[in-house]
């Protein structure tokens, strides 16, 4: 099997529960998957944790792919709701904010992401407080809306928005932390010159 097989094939091959495709599917596709998954984590071993556990439902489940949308995103929403999983697992207690108790700054997600490579901003979101970095993730990279996340997490929609709001807030003053350091650093370099 040294040749490139199409999708079509390779899912015909998992499906029949031929090993040596399953885990063709699994190297095409685990890497991507595994950044997936550590957007929702803060620790290398659960967000493979999550990895594990989301393809073997991906081969459980796979003649339920129906080839509506790409077959990568079916992977990458199974993967996503393993990790909305294990995060109901690990957090018992969901934290109730009044939104209107917020101040309402506007930073858009523009902002933050332009100030920023993406190796320290997946670094930045895996410290937020684990409610916040659920929330943001799930409307910032998968584009949920605040009422299918309150659905979700089990919150209401309004601690959705005050939570993503949050997150923003401490995500841009992390970055301009950052930035101001690097100016600093630039400073000092240029004078010892």
């Given at each position: 099997m040294s040749q490139k097989i199409s999708e079509e094939e390779l899912i015909k091959g998992c499906l029949a529960g031929t090993w040596a495709f399953q885990q063709m599917l699994y190297k095409q596709y685990a890497a991507k998957m595994l950044t997936v998954c550590m957007r929702y984590t803060g620790k290398?071993?659960?967000?493979?944790?999550?990895?594990?556990?989301?393809?073997?439902?991906?081969?459980?489940?796979?003649?339920?792919?129906k080839k509506k949308g790409s077959f990568e995103g079916w992977i990458r929403k199974i993967m996503v709701n393993k990790a909305i999983e294990h995060y109901r697992?690990?957090?018992?207690?969901?934290?109730?904010?009044?939104?209107?108790?917020?101040?309402?700054?506007?930073?858009?997600?523009?902002?933050?992401?332009?100030?920023?490579?993406?190796?320290?901003l997946l670094k930045m979101i895996q410290e937020l407080p684990p409610m916040y970095k659920m929330v943001f993730n799930l409307y910032v990279f998968e584009e949920m809306t605040h009422k299918e996340i309150a659905e979700q997490l089990g919150i209401a929609e309004g601690t959705s928005k005050s939570n993503l709001s949050d997150a923003r807030g401490i995500l841009k003053r992390k970055i301009t932390s950052n930035m101001l350091r690097a100016e600093r650093y630039e400073f000092n370099e240029q004078k010892a010159y």
């Open positions: 290398r071993e659960e967000a493979e944790d999550i990895l594990q556990e989301g393809f073997v439902l991906v081969f459980e489940k796979m003649a339920q792919f697992k690990s957090i018992h207690v969901y934290p109730v904010v009044s939104i209107e108790d917020k101040e309402n700054e506007a930073i858009s997600t523009e902002d933050i992401l332009s100030n920023i490579n993406a190796t320290e």
